[in-house]
Antibody, heavy 120, light 107 residues
C-alpha cells in the first residue's frame, strides 16, 4: 500500500533552517510528484510547491521563493523540504502529499504531518 | 491567483441529515476541483477528484458535482464519523489553492 512517512517534530529558533523528510513506499517513486502543504495552528491548508520526482523539476509558491528548497533522493524514495530563515509565522504542520505536479492533478496520499515550531 | 470561496464556514448537523457544501472559484477551472476531508489531528484525505469522481474506498454517501466556477460536495445521510473540516482545492492553474474550509459538526 502507498505510504508517506514524515520525519519527527522540530523546534527551531527564528532565523534557523529546518529540513523535513518524506519517505515513500508502495509505488514507483519516479512516476509521481510530491507536493508540500502546510497548515498553521487553527488555520487552513496552504500550498507550498511541488517537485517532480523523476527529474527534480520544482515549482514553489511565490511567497516562499528564495527560502524553500524541495529535493528528492531516488535511491531511497524520499522527498525533502528545506525552509530557511524561519520566522514565527512559519510555525505549522507540514505535509507531503503524492501528486499535484501535473495540471489538473490531485493529492491522493498524504504523510502524517510534521510539526515545526519556530520560537525563541 | 484563483480564489476558492466555500460556504458555509460552519455547519451543525444532526445525524442522517443531508449536508451540502459549495465551493466557488474566482474564474473557470473546468473540472480541476478536488475535495478533501480533514478530521481533528489527522492529515487531509482525498474524497472526490475532478469534481465528481469518488476516490477509492470513499463511502457512497459522499458525492460531488459542478464545473466551471461552481461546485458542490454533498454528504447524504450524515454519520457521526463525518465530523470534520472539508476543503476544496483547484489544480487548474498556479499557484494551487484551497478553499478556506467548512467545518461540519454533529449535533
Amino acid at each position: 500500500q502507498v505510504q508517506l512517512v514524515q520525519s519527527g517534530a522540530e523546534v527551531k529558533k527564528p532565523g534557523a533552517s529546518v529540513k523535513v523528510s518524506c519517505k515513500t513506499s508502495g509505488y514507483t517513486f519516479t512516476s509521481y510528484g510530491i507536493t508540500w502543504v502546510r497548515q498553521a495552528p487553527g488555520q487552513g491548508l496552504e500550498w507550498m510547491g511541488w517537485i517532480t520526482a523523476y527529474n527534480g523539476n520544482t515549482n514553489y509558491a511565490q511567497k516562499l521563493q528564495g527560502r524553500v528548497t524541495m529535493t528528492t533522493d531516488t535511491s531511497t524514495n524520499t522527498a525533502y523540504m528545506e525552509l530557511r530563515s524561519l520566522r514565527s509565522d512559519d510555525t505549522a504542520v507540514y505535509y507531503c502529499a503524492r501528486g499535484g505536479e501535473k495540471s489538473g492533478s490531485y493529492f491522493d496520499y498524504w504523510g502524517q504531518g510534521t510539526l515545526v515550531t519556530v520560537s525563541s | 491567483e484563483i480564489v476558492l470561496t466555500q460556504s458555509p464556514d460552519f455547519q451543525s448537523v444532526t445525524p442522517k441529515e443531508k449536508v451540502t457544501i459549495t465551493c466557488r472559484a474566482s474564474q473557470s477551472i473546468g473540472s480541476s476541483l478536488h475535495w478533501y476531508q480533514q478530521k481533528p489531528d489527522q492529515s487531509p484525505k482525498l474524497l472526490i477528484k475532478y469534481a465528481s469522481q469518488s476516490f477509492s474506498g470513499v463511502p457512497s454517501r459522499f458525492s460531488g458535482s459542478g464545473s466551471g466556477t461552481d461546485f458542490t460536495l454533498t454528504i447524504n445521510s450524515l454519520e457521526a464519523e463525518d465530523a470534520a473540516t472539508y476543503y476544496c482545492h483547484q489544480s487548474s492553474s498556479l499557484p494551487r489553492t484551497f478553499g478556506q474550509g467548512t467545518k461540519v459538526e454533529i449535533k
